[in-house]
């Protein structure tokens, strides 16, 4: 006897489209599609972000570089400067609206379109302190690949940012660290080599 995967396969579907057009004729279709739109959702947007941080890293990679040593190094104080920054955003901010009530604007639009890019700096950096973690404990041959750390951090974001409440915590507190780890390197000054005597 012949297989015949294209009937096999009709046969695999035929409960699928029989719940379809159940949906369909009960007005429930909307119920049945909206699991797989999410799943879709989802997906895309983990798609998305990861790509999102790769590109930051390409076209920064020294920043993010050295903002992975310092989210490894001191996570706490870089989360503490991600914090002071943000805050500091956030009252001159409130302070530009009470002063100036035309141009406030236009001045929020200068403190935050900075603070953004550094954000986004910041999580690269923090991506990339992740996913080399990551890849060095699972001993992959591309753990000294920084295009590969950024990645494999990304997904790791995306996957805990799907966890409900607790994900989003963990990538506030990843963007706030990140942020405060890149904010560090611009603002201070790397300190000269001891010379030999």
């Not at 923090?126 to 690949?145: I, K, N, R, V, Y």
């Not at 805990?160 to 506030?172: E, F, P, R, S």
Request: aromatic share 4%; charged share 10%.
């Amino acid at each position: 006897m012949r297989k015949r995967p294209a009937l096999l396969a009709a046969l695999s579907l035929a409960p699928l489209v029989t719940q379809a057009a159940d949906g369909l004729a009960t007005g429930r279709l909307g119920e049945l599609a909206a699991p797989v739109l999410m799943g879709v959702t989802v997906l895309f947007l983990g798609l998305g972000f990861t790509a999102a941080m790769l590109v930051t890293h390409l076209a920064v990679p020294g920043l993010t570089r050295r903002g992975a040593l310092l989210v490894r190094r001191t996570p706490g104080r870089s989360l503490l400067y991600g914090l002071l920054l943000t805050l500091a955003i956030f009252l001159g901010l409130m302070l530009a609206k009470a002063a100036f009530p035309v141009a406030g604007n236009l001045l929020g639009v200068v403190l935050v379109l900075p603070w953004a890019a550094f954000a986004c700096i910041g999580v690269a950096a923090t991506c990339h302190s992740l996913g080399e973690s990551l890849l060095t404990a699972a001993g992959s041959p591309h753990q000294d690949s920084a295009p590969w750390a950024v990645g494999a951090g990304a997904v790791l974001l995306s996957l805990i940012n799907l966890l409900i409440g607790l994900g989003q915590i963990v990538l506030l507190i990843a963007i706030l660290t990140g942020l405060g780890a890149v904010t560090r390197q611009l603002l201070t000054r790397p300190r000269p080599a001891n010379p030999q005597s």
